[in-house]
């Protein structure tokens, strides 16, 4: 437990001098601001372009503050993804390269403890970067657009979250063996595969964890009664995804012979 | 909505320059990048949020 407890501080001690911990949740505030104020601009931007026809414009309907709050969660599923990605690809790898596994493998470490803090790490960005992400987003709808009630938005984003939280820890799984960008591309091939497959058969693969997405929207847009227990199995099936995740990262780093 | 409201626009604004002082701060701290400096503090500070995640991501050797 001590060693755990070390290697999680060094560990935020690395977010915080890779800048990962400022320039991230920068990131993540822009993109939440951002949604709103481009739904509620749209005319204006139609207009601006120039050649939109004057009854496409008469036609737009704004959409809801629930639906302009999933789609800036839906933001983070896309753009937020993939800075998390690239941001995590080089966790378990990068150690390798930069010469600090040798430092550490040689001590009686046990390598759960040493994968396990970095997925407390990378849970910890998340929940950072989401948070204000989140908070900002829901604000600028209220403001802009109409009101939100702030339990269904806290577990919207939470459930959303777990999405993301799922495919980080593949990418810590992919970066225990494979060179950090092509463990980021893993990652994200991954999540692309998932989520096509899970919009190609919803009903047979409802309770997996890329339907977590689809059930956030659902949640903001009708409300916490729609919800059954596809939900329950696709949070079941992320945790246990994130399970083995770390269990096959710490097994891979263990065992794998270190590249020159 | 017929003129544009600045108490919300400055925060994006305020937001995506911080970003870039946030990216330069570790340029002018970091002792290597992957090409050139100067064009990274050009990308940084005409490259708007995409140019600092750029910077981020691409551009430091120790992400």
């Known amino acids: 437990m001590r060693g755990m407890w070390i290697f ?100 009686p470490v046990s390598m759960i403890s040493i994968v396990f803090a970095k997925w407390v790490a990378q849970l910890i960005l998340l929940a950072v970067c989401l948070g204000f992400g989140a908070a900002v987003a829901a604000y600028y709808t ?54 096509l497959l899970n919009s190609f058969l919803p009903n047979w693969l409802e309770w997996t964890p890329a339907s977590l997405p689809a059930y956030s929207a659902q949640l903001l847009t009708e409300g916490s009664k729609s919800m059954g227990s596809a939900l329950t199995g696709s949070l079941v099936s992320a945790g246990l995804l994130i399970i083995l995740c770390i269990i096959g990262a710490s097994l891979i780093t263990g065992r794998k012979k270190l590249i020159d | 909505m017929d003129e544009i409201n600045w108490s919300l626009l400055w925060p ?34 005409f490259g708007n949020i995409i140019g600092s995640i750029a910077y981020f991501v691409f551009g430091r050797k120790d992400i």
């Open chain 1, 142 to 195: 209220g403001q802009l657009i109409g009101d939100l009630s702030w339990m269904l938005v806290i577990f919207a984003t939470g459930i959303y979250g777990l999405w993301l939280l799922c495919i980080q820890s593949l990418t810590l799984l992919f970066s225990a063996f494979l060179r950090g960008p092509v463990a980021a591309f893993m990652a994200l091939l991954s999540a692309a595969a998932l989520s």
């Open chain 1, 8 to 107: 999680s501080q060094k560990e935020m001690l690395e977010l915080v001098r890779s800048y990962k911990l400022a320039w991230i949740p920068v990131v993540f505030i822009i993109l939440g601001i951002m949604q709103p104020l481009t739904t509620y601009y749209m005319p204006e931007i139609l207009k601006a372009s120039g050649n939109v026809p004057p009854a496409l414009l008469e036609s737009y309907e704004m959409p809801g503050a629930a639906a302009t709050m999933a789609q800036a969660l839906g933001q983070y599923g896309t753009m937020g993804l993939l800075v998390l990605v690239l941001a995590g690809m080089n966790s378990l790898s990068g150690e390798r390269y930069s010469g600090t596994a040798e430092l550490v493998l040689v001590r």
């Open chain 2, 12 to 45: 994006l604004l305020a937001l995506q320059v911080l970003l870039a002082v946030i990216g330069l701060f570790s340029l002018r701290r970091t002792e290597a990048t992957r090409g050139p400096k100067w064009l990274w503090v050009f990308i940084l500070i």
